[in-house]
């Protein structure tokens, strides 16, 4: 089951996924990762999802990383008088916290938190960002507004504040029993929804504990403002272009795409680009040309993992749009100009024993055509230094607990292995030689490198290469 790409893909689960059956051709065409997506399904459905998932594991010998999803507060008009109406451009549109069923004049907003922050001038969107509103007065418990862009509005439609930090727990309460659930599960990432501030991040860490890696969605125009804060506590990153892009123009989000990505690769983080990547596919059997190009842009820039939601999740062909995926990735990483555009892109190591050894394995796995650089891990901080590089050659991460080869089966290039532990420089390279053989990295003859931190089992003390010929 070695993949013929460094990038990986992250499927969505949902009602057109749940079979065992699909869910495992779905892994046959090139899911590395899979996601539950916690705003949609119950808890007995995704119990099921990730049960199948691990016995999945158990049966194919290769590890595979679980993603928790939060929804994350859902801010929403009231109900409206024939649960619909319309709003003109330039008329006014009251909002406030009454409760009777709204007009074409004022519609209710059952969220006092927004009320309380919103000034003169704030622009506020409905309904993805189809009508724009802009404040003219506000209280504690209303905002005279102004239609910018009017047309049909339905109830219970979702509302954007893009200019405001709202004084707002990226955590309901939902998503604490949802997170207390997705953890006593066992999954590997909890990705956080409506992240506005460092804080919110640190929130969930302490939540967490160290059970799961911790996965910062970008997806407010707050967020992308203090990203270097937020990757500090994350332990990963996603650029969720699907709000980022109801409340940013569009014609920013490629850039922004391009800053979290390089952003992430000088941190050291992985990172996932989602949303609408191969939309088409929900109803037809092919991609339009543009959205194969979507994906290969975000390769072309270095992303850790590409991302299929609503495609794989309900989409009429879930296991052809992987099995598409994985061809545009494959194809990409061969075009000739791949490696000139990903190197162009390397970050400088930095000042340390470890990141030395890191840059010093690439480039001797460069030189002398390595079959693999073959990295033991406990943390998975030597594998993140290896992969924050890009290497010509993949990574083999071999450790020996299973969390660390399931949450970095994510990372870009590493085919994770759990195997038991080495005590001695002997047992290193056999250990590497005969896993590398193995998992068909290597043949008689094949060079591999080496990395590993002694004292063996020293999470972060990558002190060692070494270079091994496969007998």
């Known amino acids: 089951m070695r993949r013929a790409r460094n990038a990986k893909i992250v499927a969505t689960l949902g009602p057109a996924t749940s079979d065992p059956d699909v869910i495992r051709k779905l892994f046959e065409a090139g899911a590395d990762v899979f996601r539950l997506n916690f705003s949609h399904g119950s808890h007995e459905d995704h119990r099921r999802n990730f049960d199948t998932l691990r016995r999945l594991e158990a049966e194919t010998g290769r590890t595979i990383c679980i993603m928790q999803d939060l929804q994350g507060p859902k801010l929403r008009i009231g109900r409206l008088e024939g649960g619909r109406v319309t709003l003109r451009a330039g008329q006014s549109f009251r909002l406030d916290l009454d409760e009777t069923p709204g007009t074409d004049e004022r519609a209710p907003l059952p969220h006092p938190e927004i009320l309380s922050v919103l000034q003169e001038g704030a622009l506020i969107l409905l309904d993805d960002g189809r009508l724009r509103i802009e404040v003219t007065r506000a209280g504690p418990d209303y905002a005279e507004t102004r239609v910018l862009v009017g047309g049909p509005l339905g109830e219970r439609k979702g509302v954007n504040i893009p200019s405001v930090v709202l004084p707002i727990s990226p955590l309901t309460e939902k998503d604490r029993n949802d997170l207390d659930f997705g953890l006593d599960l066992g999954v590997d990432w909890v990705a956080l929804s409506f992240v506005q501030r460092p804080d919110d991040v640190a929130e969930l860490r302490k939540l967490v504990a160290g ?147 890191s840059e010093a394995a690439a480039q001797v796995a460069t030189t002398i055509s390595a079959a693999a650089i073959v990295t033991f891990t406990t943390s998975g901080s030597t594998a993140l230094r290896a992969g924050r590089r890009r290497p010509r050659a993949p990574i083999l991460l071999l450790t020996s607990k299973l969390s660390t080869a399931r949450r970095f089966v994510l990372l870009w290039g590493a085919h994770c292995v759990c195997t038991e532990d080495i005590s001695s420089l002997g047992e290193m390279v056999e250990k590497a030689t005969s896993i590398a053989r193995q998992e068909s990295f290597a043949s008689s003859g094949s060079k591999l490198v080496i990395t590993a931190g002694v004292p063996f089992g020293t999470p972060g003390a990558t002190n060692v290469l070494r270079i091994a010929w496969v007998e």
């Open 211 to 357: 059970r799961a890696a911790v996965m910062a969605k970008i997806e407010k125009p707050a967020a992308v403002e203090c990203l270097d804060q937020l990757l500090e506590l994350a332990d990963g990153a996603m650029v969720a272009r699907g709000d980022l892009g109801v409340e940013l123009a569009p014609e920013e989000v490629p850039g922004i795409q391009k800053d979290i990505i390089r952003a992430c690769r000088l941190a050291g983080k992985p990172v996932v680009v989602a949303t609408q990547m191969l939309e088409s596919m929900v109803q037809a059997p092919a991609p339009t040309r543009a959205e194969a190009s979507d994906v290969a842009t975000a390769i072309y820039d270095g992303a850790d993992a590409v991302m299929l939601s609503a495609e794989s999740a309900v989409g009429a062909y879930p296991v052809e749009a992987v099995a598409m995926m994985s061809r545009i990735i494959e194809r990409t990483e061969q075009d000739h100009s791949y490696r000139a555009i990903i190197e162009a892109l390397d970050p400088e190591p930095e000042p340390n024993a470890a990141d030395a050894i």
